[in-house]
């Protein structure tokens, strides 16, 4: 089918259904997105109270500082893990650079530690290999 083939059938489709087919679409995409969201906690799941429990104590800020950067380098944005971890976007975006700063010059601290712990667990479990 050529390019213009499709764009004589997409325009051959009412209007008000090429929205609702938009609609649908998006919302399928940020479905999906959650459950793959919902899946790297899950495989994280011993250690779900550290994520969303609201202390400002280390393990858990830790817990939520690298959740967030796993989810980032997975390629999920600011908004979708500040939502999904209960935190604001600039909360999100500070975790994620003190992460980039902590691996760009090889510290090693307690959230490197457990960023090497958690990556073993997410590479041994299938469900990241899919494309986002």
């Not at 929205?19 to 997105?33: D, P, S, V, Y």
């Not at 906690?41 to 202390?55: M, P, Q, R």
């Not at 997975?74 to 971890?85: D, M, Q, T, V, Y």
Request: aromatic letters at 6%; glycine letters at 4%; proline letters at 1%.
């Amino acid at each position: 089918m050529t390019d213009t083939e499709i764009v004589e059938l997409y325009l051959a489709i009412p209007e008000i259904r090429r929205k609702q087919i938009k609609e649908e679409l998006i919302k399928g995409r940020e479905q999906r997105r959650s459950e793959l969201i919902r899946d790297v906690i899950s495989v994280l799941a011993a250690e779900k109270d550290l994520i969303f429990h609201s202390s400002r104590q280390r393990g858990h800020v830790d817990m939520r500082m690298v959740t967030a950067w796993c989810l980032h380098e997975r390629g999920f944005s600011e908004n979708e893990i500040g939502n999904a971890l209960g935190k604001d976007h600039s909360t999100i975006h500070s975790y994620i650079d003190h992460m980039r700063f902590y691996i760009k010059h090889g510290m090693k601290n307690s959230c490197t530690t457990l960023l090497e712990e958690l990556n073993i667990k997410l590479q041994h479990n299938e469900t990241f290999t899919r494309t986002i």
